[in-house]
């Protein structure tokens, strides 16, 4: 059979879980209100690599992502909410690039993004009031996608080679959201919550650059952070928002060739989203 890459078996997999759970939502009871929303995402992306406390990689750029969301309320005012969204661009790296003796010196690169995000949460909406909701959720989420270092320049001027990486990460959520109504066609929302690792993966395509066969690495898991806030005008929504990823040191993984690593790594992304509802 032939090797197919970790990202497009993930992509394949939460296409199926999206559309089984749609699908499975046709079979519950009959929804009190359901929502779709389609939207655009502009990123403000930050990757940091750091080896003890000193910074060894900064990326930074813009991303660009489509994303869909369904939202069904039963009369039991029980929700069910899958998410997915594409996501991808090209961004600066600001790193260090090395030889078989250890020597190492600043580079500079540019490095390309891909990946898909799928998050399917179960939550319960009350109303205090009727302008007012309040909805505790909980779920699950997978992040998966390909990053690609170009090959760029070392600070004396040679050449430097990049290779691939593909990472995926596997979470469970917990948030809160509400929403507010100022008119009949008007209103505030705005959620926060955490997000608590299950499973961290990256596998780095050293064979690429002739560093022996491919290793795979399990980053160590830490908790992370999401928020979100804006506004729903008639068929239209404007939102501002954050989402995190934290991973700790991994374990050392030799291939017979190099001794690999993934260094403490963090991913802050804040960005601005405009949706249509129908």
């Known amino acids: 059979m032939k090797r197919r890459g970790m990202l497009r078996v993930y992509s394949s997999l939460l296409m199926l879980v999206f559309v089984t759970a749609c699908y499975g939502s046709l079979l519950l009871p009959a929804a009190f209100a359901d929502e779709s929303t389609a939207y655009l995402a502009v990123d403000n992306f930050t990757w940091k690599e750091f080896d003890n406390s000193e910074r060894v990689v900064k990326e930074s750029g813009i991303l660009y992502g489509v994303g869909f969301i369904y939202q069904k309320e039963f009369e039991s005012h029980v929700t069910i909410r899958p998410v997915v969204e594409l996501f991808g661009g090209k961004v600066n790296y600001d790193g260090h690039s090395c030889d078989l003796f250890g020597f190492c010196q600043p580079a500079a690169s540019k490095v390309g993004y891909f990946g898909i995000k799928f ?155 405009l949706g249509v509802v129908f």
């Open 119 to 273: 998050e399917g949460e179960l939550g319960r909406i009350f109303r205090p009031d009727e302008s007012l909701s309040i909805e505790p959720f909980g779920g699950f989420g997978l992040r998966a996608w390909r990053r690609v270092i170009h090959n760029g320049t070392a600070e004396d001027g040679s050449a430097t080679a990049g290779y691939r990486e593909e990472w995926a990460t596997l979470y469970a959520l917990f948030g809160l959201r509400g929403g507010m109504d100022l008119t009949g066609k008007t209103q505030l929302f705005a959620e926060a919550g955490v997000k608590l690792p299950l499973y961290n993966e990256n596998k780095a395509y050293v064979s690429d650059i002739g560093l022996g066969p491919d290793v795979t690495l399990h980053p160590g898991k830490q908790a992370s952070f999401f928020a979100e806030t804006g506004i729903k005008l008639d068929r239209f929504t404007a939102s501002v928002f954050y989402d995190g990823l934290r991973f700790s040191k991994s374990s050392t993984v030799s291939n017979g060739f190099i001794a690999a690593y993934q260094p403490r790594s963090t991913a802050d992304i804040y960005g601005v989203k």
